[in-house]
T-cell receptor, first 113, second 114 residues
């Protein structure tokens, strides 16, 4: 059974640009959550999607957005990139059928220059 | 608001000894806690979880203890091995949120001395 797949693994962008990251959950999982990991702030919850709807949202500005497709794959978008957006972006999937374990991908390392 | 925190940012343990990593939380209504292990270059990996109706839960070489009176959580790793070197996070899923919203603590880096 394939794990959570995130693409790309590494990305370098310039300030002011926008970026789209992709996450393919474990087959059969319908919930996808996104997290930002930085040395200063640690792991912070961005948002969660379930059945193509945003179900939970963390405390991030509107520049951070996401969506989920009918096959449960999810994308997150960051517009007008800032230097402080440099981070490891992690995606986690779970089946939300009572099981509580979330499985994480390896992340996308975004560097904003 | 929700908050989980770890007592020590780093912990060094002799190979073969037991490791104990501690964590405190602030929300007395919290009812689900998880420990994650993150190795370099990888995403967090689930180790063990515990609900607030339990005081103790055991897995393979790991035990989680929950003390709701003092809002304290600990992870014990028996017979620590080099492969246990990683950053360990305690985390909670806040009450009334889906299990997919996880609030992480700041992490303890466990290093193993040969």
């Amino acid at each position: 059974k394939a794990g959570v797949t995130q693409t790309p693994r590494y990305l370098i962008k310039t300030r002011g640009q926008q970026v789209t990251l992709s996450c393919s959950p474990i087959s059969g999982h319908r919930s996808v959550s996104w997290y930002q990991q930085t040395p200063g702030q640690g792991l912070q919850f961005l948002f969660e999607y379930f059945s193509e709807t945003q179900r939970n949202k963390g405390n991030f500005p509107g520049r951070f957005s996401g969506r989920q497709f009918s096959n449960s794959r999810s994308e997150m978008n960051v517009s007008t990139l800032e230097l402080g957006d440099s981070a490891l972006y992690l995606c986690a999937s779970s089946n939300s059928r009572g099981d509580t374990e979330a499985f994480f991908g390896q992340g996308t390392r975004l560097t904003v220059v | 608001g929700e908050s989980v925190g770890l007592h020590l940012p780093t912990l060094s343990v002799q190979e073969g000894d037991n490791s104990i990593i501690n964590c405190a939380y602030s929300n007395s209504a919290s009812d689900y806690f998880i420990w994650y292990k993150q190795e370099s270059g990888k995403g967090p990996q689930f180790i063990i979880d515990i609900r607030s109706n339990m005081d103790k839960r055991q897995g393979q070489r790991v035990t989680v203890l929950l003390n709701k009176t003092v809002k304290h959580l600990s992870l014990q790793i028996a017979a620590t091995q080099p492969g246990d070197s990683a950053v360990y996070f305690c985390a909670e899923s806040p009450p009334y949120s889906s299990a997919s919203k996880i609030i992480f603590g700041s992490g303890t880096r466990l290093s193993i001395r040969p």
